[in-house]
């Protein structure tokens, strides 16, 4: 999926467009027990309620497409009797209405959901009349032959509210806040299937991850029957390795800063690209032999990135591997940080056999927040320096 139709999806969460029809929940406490579950109509909720559902359903699809949300596609063997798919696809088309199948997803998700605290699981079913697009774009809400019929869930963290002091209007007295168990937003979740080329797609599903980092490929796999993709972070330690790995004696300041141009330069290209760029094994080859690696250096090449990620298939988000805010240079004492435009300013030089990174001082100089007097050529200031 990408940005578009992840939005297209998220901006049904809305009173005026819903296509929720049901929805379900099950509390489970940090001993993996279920507290309480719940079965409704989603048009029946209070509207305040349904608010707040709407609240949690947007944020299962925010933040980052390869970062926070990422497509996976099922193995041919889950998509068969018994498997993760072929679970999945059956309980969507029960609409959420056969108790059996929706108490064994929560037993599926208690077992494989490693959390150590209370956490609410949200399941919804909803159907979307998707409408045609003409040429310029527009959407054609009468014209529309295809419904989208999918489930998204949610796991929530349930945690205490902090204790503290609060006004009772009834009492008109400052006094101690009762303590209340609050749904939090969620931490994991999955769109089933997935919204591919806007239609159905009974291949893929859309994972979501609060934190990129930890990505809890363990729940994933054994959920989902997919195998996560590398994190964003991986992603870039997998890219750094590749870069020092292959350029060696080559992989030099300049070398390097001239990559992230390139790389920069390419996330501002493909900015309004509804799909975010992504570099496959033949893409960091290529830019890896524009940037000074030679025939022999890549020689193990195929195998090492295949090592490193995982497969020959894998992709690295750009987004993941270059840092669009900061170009930064560190040394064991000093760390440098500039933004990514101004990294021509500064210069590499050997200074009394030394070598040196040089940043041009201009007539705005500030040292812990005191305009300071820049050094000057014809002082001896220019000496001390």
Not at 250 to 268: A, F, M, P, R
Not at 339 to 364: H, M, N, Q, S, Y
Request: net charge negative; aromatic share 8%; glycine share 4%.
């Amino acid at each position: 999926m990408n940005k578009k139709e992840v939005a297209e999806i998220k901006r049904l969460f809305h009173p005026d467009r819903s296509p929720v029809t049901r929805i379900c929940g099950c509390y489970v406490d940090g001993d993996k027990n279920k507290k309480t579950k719940m079965k409704e109509a989603f048009l029946s909720l209070p509207e305040e309620e349904m608010f707040k559902y709407f609240e949690i359903l947007k944020k299962t699809l925010s933040g980052t497409i390869g970062k926070n949300l990422l497509d996976m596609e099922f193995p041919l063997e889950q998509e068969t009797a018994g498997g993760a798919s072929e679970y999945l696809l059956r309980l969507k088309n029960s609409q959420l209405k056969d108790d059996v199948l929706l108490d064994e997803f929560y037993d599926k998700v208690i077992e494989t959901f490693l959390y150590p605290e209370n956490y609410y699981i949200v399941l919804i079913h909803a159907a979307y009349d998707i409408p045609k697009k003409a040429s310029d774009g527009i959407e054609m809400f009468d014209a529309s032959d295809d419904v989208y019929e999918f489930l998204l869930c949610s796991i929530c963290p349930v945690k205490l509210t902090k204790p503290g002091l609060c006004y009772n209007e009834d009492t008109n007295m400052i006094e101690q806040r009762t303590r209340d168990w609050f749904v939090e937003a969620p931490v994991t979740g999955f769109l089933f299937p997935a919204f591919t080329d806007r239609n159905t797609d009974i291949h893929s599903i859309l994972y979501y991850s609060r934190n990129p980092d930890e990505l809890n490929a363990e729940f994933a796999r054994l959920l989902l029957g997919c195998e996560l993709p590398l994190s964003a972070s991986s992603q870039k330690e997998t890219f750094n390795m590749l870069v020092a790995e292959t350029l060696q004696n080559e992989c030099t300041y300049e070398t390097v800063k001239t990559i992230h141009q390139s790389l920069n330069g390419l996330l501002e290209e493909r900015k309004d690209d509804p799909q975010p760029p992504a570099l496959d094994k033949n893409d960091v080859k290529r830019l890896l032999l524009e940037n000074g690696a030679t025939q022999e250096t890549l020689e193990h090449f195929d195998e090492e990135f295949e090592q490193a990620g995982g497969n020959s298939q894998t992709e690295l988000y750009v987004s993941n591997v270059v840092n669009t805010r900061k170009f930064e240079i560190k040394t064991p004492n000093i760390v440098i940080q500039v933004k990514p435009e101004c990294a021509d300013l500064i210069e590499t030089r050997i200074i009394d056999g030394r070598p040196c990174f040089v940043i041009p001082a201009g007539d705005d100089v500030e040292v812990n927040g005191i305009s300071v007097r820049a050094p000057r050529a014809d002082s001896g200031d220019s000496q001390a320096e």
